[in-house]
């Protein structure tokens, strides 16, 4: 499970969502993709979670697994999200 760093502030863009944490000073964009999934979970996910909310709310996307794959890996090393270990 992955679980949302809490210390973040969103901002809605036209391409996406601007995310800010606090702590580190960071800032990401995330694509407009990337936004509806991060706006349809809660506080934390698995990446079942975000693959539902896409084949839900997108049309086929090739590639998803691997898609999602390195969203998580980009979400976890940029510290936007933790991992608990229970994927």
Known sequence: MYIKNLNLIDKETEN???LF??????MMELNITARLMWQK???SF??????RIIE?????????????????KM?????LV??????
């Open 16 to 18: 996406g969502l601007l």
């Open 21 to 26: 944490d606090t702590d580190s000073g960071r």
């Open 41 to 43: 979970t809660g506080t």
């Open 46 to 51: 698995r990446k079942e979670d975000l693959k």
């Open 56 to 72: 839900e709310d997108c049309a086929s996307i090739m590639n998803l697994d691997e898609d999602l794959s390195d969203f998580i």
């Open 75 to 79: 979400a976890l090393k940029s510290g």
């Open 82 to 87: 933790t991992d608990d270990g229970k994927n």
